[in-house]
């Protein structure tokens, strides 16, 4: 009976011991989870402080950009503007690439510069519309006709196909999801239009955010996109920029064309003016700072309009990658 009872008691202690070793490891587990996560917030906080800095650093850029050149809202990322010692350019290109390595403050961040008005909004682009920069980017008819009607499908209200469009049985039977029926909510909803997310080299030309297309910055396949811009108007337009005379007055553009590329322009001289801009509307600055390893990415957006000498914020946007 003695031997049952120490027995029993032995195991006993051997159970507590084996409780009281998980309470630990879980206890430890706990902490460790924790720390990991005050850690977590403090790099975001960081990182969240560092793209505020960079931001700062390039908005007194703009200020001094508009200070020093009167013309300057309408090219703030060509070389010379005191903004463009913030960047760096991505090799035999034109548009601004994010730097990889600390800025001149030395502070580690990545800022890009863009003009608002330079992509083709898919929300309310018409069939001319998107057909039109679809073969401007060198995409074949038969197949520009397919995207264009499966995108007007997958925005409008209704499920009846277009001739070339697909609606919610096609997406169905592919197990795909179906139409929205509404406005795209973000670009890369693209990605689930039937054809689009095979279809490359159209990110920096379409957008879903509204506003009037800038027709000094707008690629030559955006501006191929409005109405009565045909291939002679958008050759002048090219012509202009490398010679450097941006276009304002779009009645003057008009008397450089041939008198059939003329009356084709001012034949949509009414929708032209509601959309084109002769300068940006605003400015894009997104500046992304990372801390701690792995890194926690912040990143801050700001949309930019002038207002006299200065760059006013009308919205802020942040989110972590």
Do not use: K
Request: with cysteine; charged share 20%.
């Amino acid at each position: 009976m003695q031997r049952d009872s120490r027995g029993f008691a032995l195991l006993a202690v051997l159970w507590v011991m084996v409780g009281v070793a998980a309470l630990g490891l879980a206890v430890s587990l706990a902490t460790r989870s924790a720390i990991a996560t005050t850690q977590h917030r403090a790099n975001l906080a960081r990182a969240e402080w560092r793209a505020h800095g960079c931001l700062e650093r390039a908005r007194a850029a703009i200020a001094d950009a508009l200070v020093s050149r009167p013309n300057a809202w309408r090219s703030l990322n060509d070389p010379g503007t005191p903004v463009t010692a913030l960047y760096s350019r991505a090799p035999g290109t034109g548009h601004q690439a994010p730097q990889s390595s600390r800025d001149r403050a030395g502070i580690p961040c990545e800022v890009q510069l863009r003009a608002a008005g330079t992509a083709l909004d898919l929300n309310t682009a018409d069939a001319r519309m998107l057909r039109a920069l679809l073969i401007a980017a060198g995409i074949p008819a038969g197949r520009a006709d397919s995207l264009t009607d499966a995108l007007l499908d997958w925005r409008d209200p209704d499920d009846i196909p277009r001739p070339l469009g697909a609606e919610f049985p096609w997406y169905q039977a592919e197990n795909l999801y179906p139409p929205r029926n509404a406005r795209l909510a973000d670009v890369r909803e693209l990605n689930r239009v039937r054809g689009w997310s095979t279809t490359g080299g159209l990110d920096s030309l379409v957008t879903v955010e509204p506003g009037r297309i800038s027709l000094a910055n707008a690629p030559l396949a955006v501006l191929a996109s409005l109405p009565g811009i045909g291939n002679e108007a958008v050759s002048r337009i090219a012509e202009r920029r490398l010679r450097q005379i941006p276009v304002t007055d779009l009645i003057a553009l008009a008397g450089e064309l041939s008198p059939a590329a003329r009356d084709t322009l001012l034949a949509s001289y009414a929708d032209l003016v509601g959309l084109t801009a002769p300068e940006p509307e605003a400015w894009i600055v997104t500046s992304r700072a990372r801390e701690g390893s792995p890194p926690v990415t912040a990143v801050i957006e700001l949309r930019l309009v002038r207002a006299g000498e200065r760059a006013a914020i009308v919205r802020r946007r942040t989110w972590i990658e």
